[in-house]
């Protein structure tokens, strides 16, 4: 099992671009599925963007062709290029590991991190 962290969260206004990272221990991160959710105020969490072993991605269509999701095996990373967000883009933002391949279901993920807060004011 990894553990999870994950950084660079913050205020942003409409239109503007964060970068998420998400730093796992372990030495068997590059087995590992990586993904990240989202959860917004009074809404269940949704799956964002993940990233498979043999890194293929797949997106929720809310953000695809404006986020990017993207891994470094070497550092143990796996990061969320969030460019034009919106104000329905603010939410806590959770990383996730997983050895189901290629799953968006949120109970095949073993491991997560404790969220990053992402707001967009309009």
């Known amino acids: 099992q990894v553990q999870l962290v994950e950084s660079g969260g913050g205020l942003v206004q409409a239109g503007d671009s964060l970068r998420l990272s998400c730093a796992a221990s372990g030495r068997t991160f590059s087995g590992y599925g990586m993904a990240w959710f989202r959860q917004a105020p009074g809404k269940e969490r949704e799956f964002v963007a993940i990233i498979t072993s043999d890194l293929s991605t797949n997106y929720a269509d809310s953000v695809s062709g404006r986020f990017t999701i993207s891994r470094d095996n070497a550092k143990n990373t796996v990061y969320l290029q969030m460019n034009s967000l919106k104000p329905e883009d603010t939410a806590i933002y959770y990383c996730?590991?997983?050895?189901?391949?290629?799953?968006?279901?949120?109970?095949?993920?073993?491991?997560w991190g404790q969220g990053t807060q992402v707001t967009v004011s309009s």
């Open positions: 996730a590991a997983t050895l189901f391949f290629a799953t968006i279901n949120p109970s095949e993920f073993r491991s």
